[in-house]
């Protein structure tokens, strides 16, 4: 199955370190990463999953949870546990699930045979209150995530959801955003009572409305 950007994330349920997960429920009414690892007791993954417990509070403040996932079992999780806890120097915070039945992995396509076809690929998927992807990223085994890129990204889709506005190259919260073209001057006026500055008429540049 291969998902698209706007798709329905697919519910499962599957063990993890914190017990049995059905996605859905564990979502609720938040927002969610979905991040998966191509195995357990790897270097690049066991320094994403110290970085990513550093950051649970701001994911928290975003209102997100975050859910990691590898194909190994979870007996092999829990001793993993140790070790990135050890070698990080912060508590294991959040749940990792156990697909070693693949079954995950299958419905979100992170097992891509040109690359391994026996482990995921390091993917990421953010995922709205509403069950809808919003965001996908697929990295080389290589290459670790930039988790600092994904918060940027929520604030983002946070920002853009509520507000006619999108957001500009290297964009960071606080900063200048772009009226959308679809919105009209008249219309903007009432909506951005702050003004803005137009370069073109499609480029017009408003201080961010909910600062």
Same mark, same amino acid.
């Given at each position: 199955?291969?998902?698209?950007?706007?798709?329905?994330?697919?519910?499962?349920?599957?063990?993890?370190?914190?017990?049995?997960?059905?996605?859905?429920?564990?979502? %609720?009414?938040?927002?969610?990463?979905?991040?998966?690892?191509?195995?357990?007791?790897?270097?690049?993954?066991?320094?994403?999953?110290?970085?990513?417990?550093? @950051?649970?509070? !701001?994911?928290?403040?975003?209102?997100?949870?975050?859910?990691?996932?590898?194909?190994?079992?979870?007996?092999?999780?829990?001793?993993?546990?140790?070790?990135?806890?050890?070698?990080?120097?912060?508590?294991?915070?959040?749940? @990792?699930?156990?697909?070693?039945?693949?079954?995950?992995?299958? @419905?979100?396509?992170?097992?891509?045979?040109?690359?391994?076809?026996?482990?995921?690929?390091?993917?990421?998927?953010?995922?709205?209150?509403?069950?809808?992807?919003? @965001?996908?990223?697929?990295?080389?085994?290589?290459?670790?995530?930039?988790?600092?890129?994904?918060?940027?990204?929520?604030?983002?889709?946070?920002?853009? !959801?509520?507000?006619?506005?999108?957001?500009?190259?290297?964009?960071?919260?606080? !900063?200048?955003?772009?009226?959308?073209?679809?919105?009209?001057?008249?219309?903007?006026?009432?909506?951005?009572?702050? %003004?803005?500055?137009?370069?073109?008429?499609?480029?017009?540049?408003?201080?961010?409305?909910?600062?």
């Amino acid at each position: 199955m291969t998902l698209r950007l706007g798709d329905t994330a697919p519910d499962f349920t599957q063990d993890s370190t914190e017990g049995s997960i059905n996605f859905y429920n564990f979502v %609720g009414d938040s927002w969610a990463v979905l991040f998966s690892h191509p195995k357990d007791f790897t270097p690049v993954c066991t320094t994403e999953l110290g970085y990513v417990g550093k @950051l649970k509070p !701001e994911f928290e403040k975003r209102n997100v949870k975050v859910l990691g996932l590898s194909v190994d079992p979870l007996s092999d999780h829990t001793r993993w546990v140790g070790d990135i806890e050890e070698t990080q120097g912060h508590p294991f915070n959040f749940p @990792l699930l156990a697909d070693a039945d693949r079954s995950v992995s299958n @419905l979100y396509d992170m097992i891509h045979p040109n690359a391994n076809d026996t482990l995921t690929v390091r993917s990421v998927f953010i995922i709205d209150p509403n069950k809808k992807v919003r @965001l996908i990223i697929t990295y080389p085994a290589s290459t670790g995530r930039n988790f600092d890129e994904i918060l940027r990204v929520i604030d983002s889709l946070q920002l853009t !959801e509520n507000y006619k506005v999108a957001t500009p190259v290297n964009w960071k919260d606080g !900063e200048d955003v772009i009226i959308v073209p679809a919105l009209s001057d008249a219309e903007a006026k009432d909506r951005f009572p702050k %003004g803005w500055v137009a370069h073109k008429p499609y480029l017009r540049v408003t201080p961010q409305p909910n600062k």
